[in-house]
């Protein structure tokens, strides 16, 4: 996996907790005087920045119609002003969420209410997050004054109401922080989202831009032009195209009362969604519907690349996503229909996260024989070839993903096609080298691990690389899976530009690459040679540039048009992780497939897309 997210837990630490760390941390600050309760509205509370004015304050008989109510997770309910516009200031919020605890509301929508308590700021994820806060009410008091009342008006948000710049830049003196900044709804998109935090909003119909996950949400855009590409999606093609028109959408009525909808990219949610704007920390600015549209179904078809020609060599990379024997048959079977039918029996496959023969045991075993074979015979009985396997086994959980999973890099080769060049000596500590040999390059050992006591793959897996031949020709195949982004803050941190912490490992492990791939080229500058796997990277990033520094190599995936460059969608957004590098031996002229089968789709065997390099060596 590439994104990585914990648990989604209901809401357990006390809220008192999380604010004063963050009051601590000087990440919030509280108001300095009382609050008189005849006086106190919601927009006094939600004040015109990210942070309530009244922080830390005890509130009293808040009035409010109540507008959504949450009886799992963190629970609770949103109470609005009966006036959308009580105060004529579009940067304050006129609703506001009232955090019950462990408690079920005992409130209706429709509900008139007057509530007492304390004002908090709620870190979805922790400070050390990066997230916004939300605004919130916590150790309520509630009077129901009258039922049955009309809803306040929702306010619609549509692709000219959201405006096209997406977050202010942070405030250098406090940390790049964006908190303390006045909001500016009609000229960011985070701060139109943040002005109507709480409030009833609605959508019209809108475009899935991210399908249907396990947790039963998904992502639509309100700006239908925005880096729309031709599958449907919403591009993120650079650190300041974000696509402030994506919206996640979840449902306040629990499934089992309501089931989910499924949907791809692409469909459309159709109809009339509304309900309170919460933020949480799995996305950010979320739809919390009470009335959800229904999805039109716009039939995206999963792709299938092009057989390789008699003289085209085809490489692939495929992350298949924590596979282990224990995993269903069912699984095995449609990774292995996705290698014959949808990648055309590739001649090289390079796979990431295979795991050892007993899955996430700890245990201590490393060998992946068992879940070869498993996935080897599953491509036979699928119709394709007896595809041969190379790798190296990991020391026991040095290699990070799941505990006990020891994931690598694996080479698939067809033997009818192509050779492998076996030169013995390679283990998990032991490096390979490039060497020149009878005025050639070749490696030490193949297969064989790159500089696997670098640092830089701590807790991180080692690249693979090895010797095959096609045609008389070598070719050099070095196959990656570069640290996660775990850690990373998302795209509506409080921090603007976010923090991507996450990339300075993956540097350090893209100049270990290049140097690599640079000593072959030493070896015999017209080299063959082939970087692939899961990069956990975008084409436009400082890892990338590191990989390409010197000209040593080309990311493969920038011939294609921008709006067909992407490999996974997360959030929302359709982006590279997944790549295929190639040194200028190669050449310019090779045919490049990012093959969509599963990012775009609520039912997938991994999530991310293959991707097929074809050239002649």
Do not use: C
């Not at 049955?148 to 997406?166: H, K």
């Not at 729309?228 to 306040?252: D, H, K």
């Not at 060998?367 to 086994?393: C, H, Q």
């Not at 000593?519 to 899961?534: C, F, K, M, T």
Request: hydrophobic letters at 35%; proline letters at 6%; aromatic letters at 6%.
């Amino acid at each position: 996996m590439s994104h990585i997210s914990t648990p989604r837990l209901p809401r357990s630490a006390a809220v008192g907790a999380v604010v004063a760390t963050a009051l601590a941390a000087g990440l919030l600050v509280a108001g300095s005087s009382a609050a008189s309760a005849d006086e106190v509205r919601i927009h006094d509370i939600q004040g015109a920045t990210r942070t309530s004015p009244l922080l830390g304050q005890q509130v009293g008989d808040v009035a409010g119609v109540v507008t959504g109510v949450r009886g799992y997770g963190s629970k609770g309910f949103w109470i609005q002003s009966p006036d959308g516009t009580a105060d004529g200031d579009a940067a304050t919020s006129e609703g506001i969420f009232v955090f019950t605890g462990s408690a079920a509301p005992a409130v209706r929508p429709g509900d008139a209410v007057r509530v007492s308590g304390t004002v908090g700021e709620y870190v979805p994820g922790g400070v050390r997050s990066g997230n916004q806060s939300l605004t919130q009410l916590t150790k309520p008091t509630v009077t129901v004054e009258s039922s049955g009342n009309a809803l306040p008006e929702p306010v619609a948000i549509t692709a000219t109401s959201v405006p096209d710049r997406y977050a202010p830049a942070g405030d250098p003196a406090r940390d790049g922080s964006i908190d303390a900044l006045p909001l500016r709804p009609r000229a960011y998109a985070l701060d139109r989202y943040e002005s109507l935090e709480g409030m009833n909003v609605r959508i019209g119909s809108s475009r899935v831009v991210g399908a249907t996950d396990p947790y039963n949400e998904l992502w639509v855009t309100v700006k239908p032009h925005e880096n729309a590409n031709r599958r449907g999606g919403a591009v993120y093609g650079s650190y300041s195209a974000q696509n402030g028109g994506r919206l996640q959408v979840q449902q306040l009525a629990p499934v089992s009362q309501q089931p989910f909808p499924k949907a791809d990219v692409g469909d459309v949610l159709r109809g009339r969604t509304e309900g309170p704007l919460d933020y949480n920390q799995y996305g950010g600015y979320t739809l919390a519907a009470r009335e959800l549209g229904d999805v039109q179904d716009r039939a995206l078809e999963r792709e299938r690349t092009r057989e390789q020609g008699k003289g085209e060599l085809a490489v692939a990379t495929y992350n298949v996503e924590n596979l282990d024997p224990g995993d269903p048959q069912a699984k095995f079977d449609a990774l292995a229909e996705a290698v014959v039918a949808n990648l055309a029996s590739p001649d090289i496959v390079a796979l990431e996260e295979i795991q050892d023969d007993n899955g996430a045991k700890n245990d201590g075993t490393v060998s992946a024989e068992a879940t070869l074979k498993k996935f080897t015979d599953a491509i036979v009985a699928a119709g394709g070839p007896r595809y041969a396997w190379r790798s190296i086994d990991p020391e026991n959980n040095k290699d990070g993903g799941e505990p006990g999973g020891n994931i690598r890099q694996v080479f698939l080769h067809n033997p009818e096609r192509v050779s492998f060049t076996e030169r013995p000596g390679g283990d998990a500590t032991t490096p390979t080298e490039a060497v020149r040999v009878k005025g050639r390059a070749a490696l030490t050992r193949s297969p064989g691990r790159v500089d696997p006591g670098n640092a830089a793959w701590e807790n991180s897996r080692k690249p693979l690389a090895g010797e095959f031949v096609f045609r008389g020709r070598t070719v050099f195949v070095i196959a990656n899976h570069f640290a996660s982004k775990g850690g990373d803050e998302g795209l509506t941190s409080h921090h603007q530009p976010p923090r991507r912490s996450s990339e300075e490992q993956r540097l350090l492990q893209a100049q270990a690459v290049n140097g690599f791939v640079k000593d072959i080229r030493e070896a015999q500058r017209n080299a063959d040679v082939v970087v692939l796997g899961d990069i956990n990277d975008f084409e436009f990033s400082g890892t990338t540039k590191a990989l390409t520094d010197g000209g040593a190599l080309r990311a493969a995936i920038t011939s294609l048009p921008r709006s067909e460059r992407y490999s996974y969608v997360y959030q929302g957004n359709s982006q590279v992780l997944d790549q295929i590098l190639t040194s200028p031996g190669v050449g310019n002229r090779f045919s490049y497939d990012s093959v969509h089968i599963n990012a775009e789709f609520a039912e997938q065997n991994s999530d991310h897309d293959p991707q097929v390099l074809r050239f002649r060596p």
